[in-house]
């Protein structure tokens, strides 16, 4: 999803704390659009059947030397079924991205911005007993709400314990699977939630805002007072447990995500980036102002976020936007959660316009790209189709070098660019 993000699983809207993730999501700042997925062979044979059924037999033997109940682990794995099409997705492996307009498009559309303003007068006494509880804003519980099940409507319906069995034995995330799998069992044992209810996506994230089981054992919270931790079917659970993850994972109550800003023509836009932090008085004596025309908002540890290079709108952002990415580590996810918030609170929406006539590269350009890097002397590690950090840095220093903008976004261009000074 999620340091912590475990590439499992990339969707629209859906699902990954550095403790663990709640849920999954793919890590690069556009969402990939999968097309087409490898299929895998599953188990048919008696043979693969007993292999699975002997497989579940270590993991009873494992989870009962933890302190799962004898008639807990009959009613958990006794069922339980190997799903093929968990190994599917899986082993996706999506060749087309999208540019993250695109994917906001869909994530900050009108009508979820109408759901979750009508979703938050429905559950506004949930919602502001969380937000007084943990200090965070209302709007942001219903924000990640919305983005990981919108509102409940589809937080997946396969077997939790079906699919981490499954992930388990197949045995290319063996070791994050049994974990999972682990802390299930530990759920049910708890009281929790019985194997049936027990329902989410094919990776293993539950219920209304995807947590995943570990993340369900050390976060979840019960918000009604019924002495259970229901993030399936009650809200105040699900407002609760978001928000004790938000607060663990470092909100700064009191402070907003972040603010759209412009900046001067004459901007070095190589101070770009999360990793670059300023006070915001000193964004402001370089030039950066609020879009609004405000002053800048009080942020901790400020930094510049330029997801679209120089050509797009620009964010300063602070502590409680690195919160949200420690729910899901993709930059698209936080920059959903936090401009639906803002919308479904009755803030406008953004100013600047984003560069739509940029194509999105694929995954094999991307992974031509950092190859190309390589070879000229920007060492970005192993190329795997994945623009991340040190991805950016080489694109960075490469734009240096032939004097253009160093924003670090991708484009065919740039690409045009390095397979010239390659081939030259």
Aim: glycine share 10%; net charge neutral; hydrophobic share 45%.
């Amino acid at each position: 999803m999620r340091p912590f993000a475990l590439l499992l699983c990339s969707a629209a809207v859906s699902g990954c704390l550095a403790h663990q993730p709640a849920s999954i999501a793919a890590e690069a700042p556009v969402e990939a659009a999968a097309k087409g997925a490898a299929t895998a062979v599953a188990p048919s044979s008696a043979r693969a059947d007993s292999d699975f059924r002997g497989w579940l037999g270590q993991m009873r033997v494992q989870a009962r030397a933890e302190g799962v109940s004898a008639d807990t682990l009959d009613e958990a794995l006794d069922p339980a079924a190997y799903l093929p099409e968990v190994i599917e997705r899986d082993r996706a492996q999506p060749e087309f991205t999208r540019q993250i307009w695109e994917y906001l498009d869909t994530a900050v559309s009108d009508a979820r911005i109408r759901n979750g303003r009508t979703q938050w007068a429905a559950h506004r006494e949930a919602a502001a007993m969380a937000s007084a509880r943990y200090g965070i804003a209302p709007e942001i519980l219903i924000a990640i709400w919305g983005m990981e099940s919108n509102y409940g409507s589809h937080f997946g319906n396969f077997r939790t314990i079906d699919a981490l069995a499954t992930l388990g034995f197949d045995g290319r995330r063996s070791r994050f699977a049994q974990r999972e799998l682990l802390a299930a069992l530990k759920i049910i044992d708890d009281g929790d939630i019985d194997r049936d209810r027990m329902r989410g996506s094919w990776a293993g994230a539950m219920g209304h805002t995807q947590f995943l089981p570990s993340s369900f054992r050390a976060y979840a919270v019960d918000g009604d007072g019924d002495g259970r931790r229901d993030i399936w079917g009650s809200i105040p659970d699900v407002m609760a447990s978001t928000a004790h993850y938000l607060d663990r994972a470092g909100w700064v109550e009191g402070e907003p995500w972040g603010v759209e800003v412009r900046l001067p023509s004459d901007f070095d836009y190589s101070l770009s980036g999360r990793d670059q932090r300023k006070p915001v008085a000193a964004w402001a004596q370089l030039g950066v102002r609020a879009t609004d025309g405000d002053p800048l908002p009080a942020l901790s540890g400020a930094a510049l976020l330029l997801p679209a290079g120089a050509k797009g709108p620009a964010f300063l952002v602070g502590r409680n936007f690195d919160a949200i990415l420690r729910y899901n580590n993709a930059t698209s996810y936080a920059l959903g959660v936090s401009l639906l918030a803002d919308r479904v609170a009755g803030r406008p929406g953004l100013q600047a316009a984003w560069p739509r006539g940029l194509s999105a590269l694929t995954r094999r350009e991307v992974k031509e790209m950092q190859t190309l890097l390589n070879r000229l002397g920007f060492d970005v590690g192993t190329p795997d189709g994945i623009v991340g950090p040190n991805t950016r840095s080489g694109l960075r220093a490469f734009q240096r070098q032939i004097g253009e903008t160093p924003d670090a976004f991708p484009t065919a261009a740039l690409l045009a660019a390095l397979r010239a000074r390659a081939d030259g």
